[in-house]
Nanobody, 123 residues
């Protein structure tokens, strides 16, 4: 059974930075495509970024390109999301997810989810 635990959320001013962490157990992060999604109040959960299981290539939603960076530390079995130049519209609960698919950007393609961590950006 794969378990994902997010941390690192909080309150930050617009223009600031946060780093989210997703600690995995039950499966190596290098053997899964790992992703971050987010869900704002009243909105559907949306894709943010993913790092693929082979080669570690990444892809991002257009709304976060150039500001967010996804990475992983295989030794710590942890995936990170570095968020810079945060905007009020980045406010959401951020979720970590894992899948066996090589490329996946929709929620239904992901098998395992964390509990989420709240990110609030004040303007």
């Amino acid at each position: 059974q794969v378990q994902l635990v997010e941390s690192g959320g909080g309150l930050v001013q617009a223009g600031g930075s946060l780093r989210l962490s997703c600690a995995a157990s039950g499966r190596a992060v290098s053997s899964s495509t790992m992703a971050w999604f987010r869900q704002a109040p009243g909105k559907e959960r949306e894709f943010v970024a993913a790092i693929r299981r082979s080669g570690g290539t990444t892809n991002y939603a257009d709304s976060v390109k150039g500001r967010f960076t996804i990475s992983r530390d295989n030794a710590k079995n942890t995936v990170y999301l570095q968020m810079n130049s945060l905007k009020a519209e980045d406010t959401a609960v951020y979720y970590c997810a894992a899948t066996a698919f090589y490329t996946a950007v929709v929620t239904t393609q992901y098998d395992y989810w964390g509990q989420g961590t709240q990110v609030t950006v004040s303007s």
